[in-house]
């Protein structure tokens, strides 16, 4: 190691996550504040416990960037099977909203074991294909075993239900799987046997398949099963491409359901405008975009575990970010997955803010020379 003075911590990417969190304080305070002063008789209610998940988040993501990426690479397993035991737990004791058992009550919050699944499988799995990355690249059988957890996974999610966390996850184990260099006729296999199952899981259930056709013509049925998205679009077309001005929304005023949480993007695009939520779109991109760069500039120096971390974060805010902006403006169908530290929810900030952590630490350890180059690390 060099002599000079250690370098820090990306105070790019600490900038763009401040500005996202500050976005969405503000994004929140304003869309709530109907629901808020209806249901608490506070019009500043869900804000204030936004502000206290924040709170709770910074410090976790200290934690987190003090933890040595090699502690994490260690310890992933029991990190997973924790998630997978609050999996099966929530089924058990898990508060149910919206014909959805997915929370496991804290008091100050609201536990979603989802949202600490995504980052513990990126964890482990990340460690999995640094260790097995012959198998991995070059059997069936070291591709197959994968899908062996996703299988579990999946079905402890569906039943909550939660396609769309089911979803992320199994993208992000494709994409780490595509980089450590799996064959495509395997990647078709496992594509046709995964797409058969989603096609089953959402004929299976009358609302599945309405939330699935219901946004190709949300306007057919626009006080029932398109009642959510006909007020987003219409929170879209109101801004235009400037914007209402903050606080000058119509729609969060008891029109637009989740109007704080999932659709917090339609309320930016009313008061903010179609330039608001690019602007807002583009800062989540660039963790995206830090992300990949870091981890495919590492696996080139063969620090596997890290840079497959980092392609994971970077793979799953993309989709995050897409997703939500998606199902908000009407090109997807409806799924309950939020903006990366923006939306309204105490898992998704404390999660998310970890994971910018592990970004972070990879990207220190990494230019301070701190982790060797060898798979078996």
């Known amino acids: 190691m060099s002599s000079s003075k250690p370098a820090g911590y990306d105070r790019w990417l600490l900038l763009d996550v401040f500005v996202l969190v500050c976005v969405g304080v503000v994004m929140i305070s304003s869309s709530s504040v109907m629901e808020s002063l209806m249901r608490y008789g506070d019009e500043l209610y869900q804000m204030k416990k936004h502000v206290i998940t924040i709170v709770m988040a910074f410090v976790c993501a200290v934690i987190a960037a003090m933890l040595p990426t090699r502690f994490l690479k260690k310890f992933s397993f029991?990190?997973?099977?924790?998630?997978?035991?609050?999996?099966?737990?929530?089924?058990?004791?898990?508060?149910?909203?919206?014909?959805?058992?997915?929370?496991?009550?804290?008091?100050?919050?609201?536990?979603?074991?989802?949202?600490?699944?995504?980052?513990c499988w990126i964890l482990y799995f990340s460690s999995y294909t640094s260790r097995k990355i012959n198998d991995v690249s070059t059997t069936l059988a070291g591709f197959l075993k994968p899908m062996v957890f996703i299988a579990v996974m999946a079905s402890l999610l569906i039943v909550q239900p939660d396609l769309g966390s089911t979803l992320v996850v199994a993208m992000i184990t494709f994409a780490i799987l595509w980089v450590a260099g799996a064959g495509l006729i395997k990647y078709l296999c496992v594509?046709?046997?995964?797409?058969?199952?989603?096609?089953?899981?959402?004929?299976?259930q009358p609302y599945r398949m309405n939330r699935v056709t219901s946004f190709l013509d949300p306007w057919a049925d626009e006080f029932g099963t398109g009642y959510q998205l006909t007020q987003s679009l219409m929170a879209y077309g109101r801004g235009g491409l400037l914007g209402e001005g903050l606080g000058n929304s119509i729609q969060k005023l008891g029109y637009l359901p989740e109007a704080h949480n999932d659709f917090v993007t339609a309320i930016l695009g009313e008061e903010f405008g179609f330039v608001g939520v690019c602007a807002v779109l583009l800062l989540e991109l660039v963790i995206v975009f830090k992300a990949?760069?870091?981890?495919?500039?590492?696996?080139?120096?063969?620090a596997l575990f890290q840079g497959y971390v980092a392609y994971g974060?970077?793979?799953?805010?993309?989709?995050?970010?897409?997703?939500?902006i998606g199902v908000a403006s009407g090109a997807l169908p409806t799924k309950g997955l939020t903006l990366p530290l923006v939306s309204y929810g105490g898992s998704s900030m404390i999660v998310c803010a970890c994971a910018v952590s592990i970004l972070l630490r990879i990207d220190y350890e990494w230019r301070n020379r701190q982790f060797g180059f060898s798979k078996d690390e």
């Not at 508060?95 to 989802?114: C, D, H, M, T, Y």
Request: hydrophobic share 65%.
């Open 191 to 204: 594509m046709f046997a995964g797409v058969g199952a989603a096609v089953l899981a959402v004929i299976s």
């Open 313 to 324: 974060i970077g793979i799953w805010f993309f989709l995050q970010t897409i997703i939500n």
């Open 78 to 119: 029991w990190g997973l099977l924790i998630s997978i035991l609050l999996l099966v737990l929530v089924l058990v004791v898990g508060r149910e909203i919206n014909e959805a058992k997915r929370w496991i009550s804290l008091g100050v919050f609201n536990l979603q074991p989802a949202e600490v699944l995504k980052l």
């Open 292 to 302: 990949l760069k870091l981890g495919f500039t590492i696996l080139r120096h063969d």
